[in-house]
């Protein structure tokens, strides 16, 4: 498959101009109007343009709302490169882990009904992980504590991913390949393997919120899918979000890349994340595919504390349980794998949480609450300041984060009545 240069990247990005979409997710202000500056925002679009014209990523969609009012959406570079398809503010991408804050929601929303409660064990749903052992230096022991819901939404559950760690644990993950099947099936093969740390004791990103996926199916009695979409997806009004793309949406799929070992981009299909075409894991953890527009509806409702243009989702009180770090000091910053440990942050319930902002390097408020995506999609919310931001793009691994710090720097210069 062609890849094209760094150079042709740089020469083709001149001539693209983003397609307009006709629907706006939110109402528009100009930036003035909500304590912003136009001429601030506008230094977004040559920044991005900077990583698509030095080829680290083929395009990116970015977004800023603030006070419940879109005031910048935007798209540079190229939507897939062979066939030079300029990227639209509407394309669809897969979003990995910001899966995981759906699938969260869709758990809260149970919660709110008493169909289950933070502290039940998860084994009264799923028996499969009624025997779990715990890997320790002197063997397996049993845990001192049964996985917990509130465990499985805040990561502290002992599971693991096989992605990112080096354990021996993480090893078994890999060699059984506990994604090979449905959500059954990964229940099944997670339930004969050891957890890394004992329930409470450890917080380690894993497959924590997949499990909870086939929580809710037990649950609920309906497949993840279609629950997502009924009580989550279709209420908030995100058209283009789900677990895979339909025919007649096939077009906008955004193409997904790596960097080759020559440093250039090339186009995979191996993806981390769940087939775009006709997933069999339908992964509460990372399946879901979406666009910014969708993605901004959601995040504004738990901006508003639940709810959005007089649909209510969750109760505020909810949401606040959702944002609060239930992490303690021993356990932050938190740390997604060997590499990626985000100063500052603890875990709430399906979202890292800014616990120190004086930690961060990114000028965070107080309270501010955010997730990614593996195949580098990344997207805050800002109660202090009223702000939600997205920053997309389709480069697996996530390797370049300087992105996402650079675009919330630029947002934030451009705030004129900080409170």
Known sequence: MRILSIVAIATLMASCTPRIAS?????????????????????????????????L???????????????????????????????????????????????SVGIMLLVEEGALSLDDPVSRYLPELAGLEVHTTRGLVPPK????????????????????????????????DVFSGDLRNLVEEVGGLPLVGHPGEVWNYGVSTDVLGRVIEIVSGQRLDDFLSQRVLEPMGMTDTGFYASPEKADRLMTLY???????????????????????LLSGGGGLLST???????????????????TRLLQQETVEMMRTNRLPESLIPIQVGPHFAPPGYGF?????????????????????????GYASTYFWIDPEEQLVGLVLTQLEPGTHPELEVEFQTLVYEAITDNR
């Not at 003035?32 to 014209?53: F, K, T």
């Not at 996985?147 to 993480?170: C, R």
């Not at 527009?293 to 409702?301: E, N």
């Not at 902002?357 to 609450?369: E, L, R, Y």
Request: charge should be negative; aromatic fraction near 6%.
């Open 348 to 372: 709430g319930l399906g979202f890292s949480v800014l616990t120190d902002a004086d930690a961060t390097p990114i000028p965070d408020s107080d309270g501010v609450f955010r997730w990614l």
């Open 57 to 103: 990523v083929s395009g990116i969609i970015t977004m800023v709302a603030r006070r419940g009012y879109l005031v910048h959406w935007d798209a540079v570079g190229l939507k897939d490169i062979d066939s030079r398809a300029a990227l639209r503010r509407d394309d669809i991408l897969r979003i990995c882990s910001m899966t995981k804050p759906i699938t």
């Open 292 to 310: 910014a527009p969708d993605y901004l509806r959601f995040a504004q409702m738990l901006l508003n504390g639940g709810e959005l243009e007089g």
């Open 23 to 55: 629907d706006s997710p939110l109402p528009e202000r100009e930036p003035e109007a909500v304590g912003m500056a136009r001429a601030r925002l506008d230094r977004i679009r040559p920044s991005m343009q900077r990583y698509v014209n030095e080829g």
């Open 145 to 176: 504590r049964p996985i917990t819901i509130a465990h499985l939404l805040s990561h502290t559950s002992g599971l693991t991913y096989g992605l990112f760690g080096e354990t021996p644990v993480d090893s078994l993950y890999r060699r059984e």
């Open 258 to 280: 790596r960097t080759g070992a020559d440093g250039l981009l090339e186009p995979t299909n191996a993806s981390e994340c769940s087939d775009p075409f006709g997933p069999a």
